[in-house]
């Protein structure tokens, strides 16, 4: 079937969103101009992988949602058991097997003339579309290309605090540039003390001496990253979650990112030079073979039951 007519028969196929208790085709859905969430970027948000039919992680991903949202006062309008079904909702219309999954609480619209965040009511809104990679699966076995940004640095903890997911791309969007004028494909930014921070979308481990060190403010607490922490600790691998100053990187035998968009994604060259021998390391392809391998594991995972959307 071409993706023309699987569209065809199914009007889901392109992917499934969910806004005001309706389920439409991701490109139809539109949401409302003055939604504070899209002026004000006043949200946070969470993205969850379906992978072979089965969520990884769900619950992990939304108590982070519902944790995030506590942080900057936001309450849903809906409890956290009815967005968990909402998800369900959009993979099961979407037939998806392989699917980014998102659930986004807005601030919500303000009557005319409202300023004041606390008179809003809070908007959910929701969509699966087809899986999305940071770095493309089949490059990840060669390994991508990262450089640490010189011209941009992380939006600090203390204005945004990066451990609620959130829309304030502008510094991550302007290290992508800065990635691209380089020759590479993704930045990784320090934060204003030169400490390795993260990058758009993923966070950072490097093995230095033995070591594998992530660091351990100033990023989101990934649940990748998580995942990877605790695959270390069953390989009895040692651990570190600190600080990560620019330099130690460069002295990295390992480097990889980590995001729900791509899983364990290893790098091949920073600054242009290699990582180690500038191919992908044993360390890093054993942790993303494990990582994938959970995604199989009921422990860890959520089957969705297609019925006859599927
Ligand atoms: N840091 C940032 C800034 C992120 O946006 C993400 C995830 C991560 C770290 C890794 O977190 P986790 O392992 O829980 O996925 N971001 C992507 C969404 C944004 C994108 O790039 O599409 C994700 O959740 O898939």
Not at 239 to 248: I, K, M, Q, S, T
Request: aromatic share 8%; proline share 8%.
């Amino acid at each position: 079937m071409t993706g023309q007519d699987a569209q065809a028969a199914n009007p889901f196929a392109a992917g499934c969103a969910w806004i005001d208790g309706q389920y439409l085709p991701v490109a139809e859905a539109r949401i409302p101009i003055l939604d504070t969430g899209f002026v004000r970027s006043d949200l946070s948000y969470d993205v969850v992988a379906v992978w072979e039919g089965r969520f990884f992680r769900l619950d992990d991903h939304l108590d982070r949602l519902f944790a995030g949202c506590r942080r900057i006062r936001l309450t849903p309008p809906l409890t956290q058991a009815e967005i968990r079904e909402i998800l369900i909702g959009t993979v099961r219309r979407s037939g998806l097997r392989e699917a980014y999954v998102e659930a986004i609480v807005t601030r919500g619209v303000p009557e005319p003339g409202v300023r004041d965040p606390r008179r809003l009511t809070p908007r959910v809104y929701a969509y699966a579309i087809p899986y999305v990679w940071i770095v493309p699966s089949e490059q990840q076995p060669r390994g991508t290309d990262v450089v640490i940004t010189r011209g941009t640095r992380r939006i600090p903890p203390t204005a945004v605090d990066p451990t609620v997911k959130n829309f304030h791309w502008g510094d991550l969007t302007r290290g992508l540039f800065e990635a691209y004028d380089r020759g590479a494909a993704l930045p990784i930014l320090p934060g204003e003390d030169g400490l390795i921070t993260e990058g758009p979308g993923f966070n950072v481990f490097a093995l230095i001496d033995g070591v594998l060190r992530t660091p351990g403010h100033g990023v989101l607490e990934g649940i990748t990253r998580r995942t990877v922490i605790e695959i270390a600790g069953q390989d009895g691998l040692p651990v570190a979650v600190g600080d990560l100053p620019a330099d130690d990187l460069y002295r990295a035998a390992e480097l990889f990112l980590t995001s729900t968009a791509g899983g364990v994604m290893p790098v091949a060259t920073l600054d242009g030079q290699p990582v180690g021998d500038g191919r992908p390391g044993p360390v890093a392809m054993k942790i993303r073979d494990r990582y994938w391998e959970l995604h199989r594991d009921p422990r860890y995972t959520l089957e969705v039951d297609y019925g006859e959307a599927g």
